[in-house]
Structure formats: structure tokens, C-alpha cells
């Protein structure tokens, strides 16, 4: 009984209602967590010699093709929830309902963002770092999602922090976890709240980049591998306390391996790049880089026009007015 007192309750319902229009707990989390992200990566930004609102415009095209890898991610890895005997397949639409994969958010978000860095004449790897600490933080506020869901927890426990689970059912007397109501209170499980666990270590890690951004002024895409490396390691031993269905492989998650996996290569990456020296500097980078718009000839006029004035401001032009002042007709003696 003490242990029930000192206990964590779960929210009695992920949804609400205004009228026909469901107001889901989860969609509210994600969002919040991406205008967080867009409006602290557009601050690290411009501190970094950015323009205001391109943060924004990198959004535009990453959020959306993030959006779509996470839910490709989460079907392709638990397919077993939507297809088969018995399974709705147009269930895997339902993104509204949970569901979504870090790792394929990143890759597919990453590759929307190139897109728009290509178009913006904007180097990847700067942004990546700007952006950095806001993404981990929006995960941390997307994980209050899985509170409200009731979902992604671990195996019981007796510790004061344990998450109360509790049986919710629907109007119909239905029990569903995800759009019914918890009537009676009394917790039918006390669980570890993984989902807890990873928002506080996500917390941590944004702490962490930043520290270790500012005291040693990385650059080339190094905040962005320190902060894939940080959470990666959380989420392997996370991980392994989750009881949630999921696919296997040799008996342990799925997620367990690509954790392993994405973490080497963060670290990898982080060591390599360090050849490449300090914090890039963005202004002289955009300067090195074709303006959007701009055609080829213009950019090789606007060159030949510089030349010409580098002649002139050496002394040249003296000599070109020297020429000229000879081939004048004043200069010219009649025969």
C-alpha cells in the first residue's frame, strides 16, 4: 500500500473532445516539440552567422519527410502489429495513434533537410549543428505522448517512481488503451516509466551538447554526431527494460542493435571530423556558395566585374588612361 502511495498515476485518457474534434494528447506532444526545436535551432542559427527564418524554411521540408520515415520506421519494425491474420493494413495510416521511429525520423528528416540546404546554398552539417540540442529536447517532449498513451513502459516494480497502469475502456465497455477512459483508479500494473527515463536522459544530452559546444567551438556536423552518440546510448539500455511488443532479432529488440549500430558510427564520425578544424564560420561559407537564383553567367559577370576593379584600384588603370590619352586627337600631329 505504501508503495501504491508513493506511485506515479497515469493520466485517465490520451483524447479529448470538442465536439467531433479529438484533441489527442500524443499529436499535441509532437507538435509542441517541433516548434520548441524550429525556435531554438533558428537562435543557435543565427548566433552562428545565419539568416533569421531559414531555420524555418530547412523546417518546411525536413518536419514533413520526418514525419514519414518515423511512421515507415515504426510499421517496417513492428509490421506485425498492422499485417497478417486478423490485422488492418490502413492502420499503419494511423499516425494519430502513436507510432513513430527515431531512427527513421532522422534519416528521412535528414534527407528533407539536405534538400532544402542544397536549394538555400546552406552547408548540411552547420545546420545539423545548430539544430542539434533542439531536436533531442523535442523528443523529450514528444516521449510525454507515450504518458498520455499509456505506453512504451517497462517491467513491474516497487520503486516510489513506478508508472500506475490503468484499464481503460470505451463507451461501449470496450478496453482500449489508447482512446478509452480509466473510470476506476485502482492500477492494474506498477511499471518502470521507460518513457520517463528517456525524456529526462534526453534532457541530459541537450545539457551535454551544448556545454560541449560552446567550451570547444565545434563544428562540420561534430554537435549533431555528439548529440546522435548521447542518445543512442541512453536508448540502448532503455531499450532493454521495454516489456512492449516488438520485433526480435536472436531474442533482443530490434532497437537494441540499430542503438549499437548508430552509436559507433556517431563516434566515428565525431573523430574523423575533427581534422577538419574549429567551428566553420556560416557568413563565409554562404559566401563560397552559389546564391539561389543566380545563373552561372551572372555569377561569372559579377567576377570578370570584380577583376576590373582589382585592376584599376593596382595601378593599372593609370596605365590604361596613359593609352588612351596618346590614341586621343589632341595627341595625334598633323603631317
Known sequence: MDALLATIPSPDRGVWYLGPLPLRAYALCIIAGIIVAIWWGERRWVARGGIKGEVTDIAVWAVPFGLVGGRLYHVITDNQKYFGPGKDPLAALQIWNGGLGIWGAIALGAVGAWIACRRRGIPLPAMADALAPGIVVAQAIGRLGNYFNQELYGGDTTLPWGLEIYRRVTQEGREDALAGIAIDHTPIQVVHPTFLYELLWNLGVALL???????????????????????????????????????????????????????????????????????????????????????????????????????????????????????????????
Open 209 to 335: 551538447i551544448v556545454w560541449a559546444d560552446r567550451k570547444f567551438r565545434l563544428g562540420h556536423g561534430r554537435v549533431f554526431a555528439l548529440y546522435v552518440a548521447g542518445y543512442t546510448a541512453g536508448r540502448f539500455w532503455i531499450e532493454l527494460m521495454r516489456t512492449d511488443e516488438a520485433t526480435l532479432i536472436l531474442g533482443t529488440r530490434v532497437n537494441v542493435f540499430v542503438s549499437a549500430i548508430v552509436f559507433f558510427g556517431a563516434i566515428a564520425y565525431f573523430i574523423i571530423a575533427k581534422s577538419r578544424g574549429e567551428r566553420e564560420d556560416v557568413a563565409a561559407l554562404r559566401g563560397t556558395t552559389e546564391v539561389p537564383g543566380e545563373s552561372q553567367e551572372a555569377a561569372e559577370e559579377a567576377a570578370e566585374d570584380k577583376s576590373v576593379t582589382d585592376v584599376a584600384e593596382d595601378g593599372s588603370e593609370g596605365d590604361v588612361a596613359e593609352k588612351d590619352k596618346k590614341n586621343s586627337p589632341e595627341s595625334v600631329k598633323p603631317e
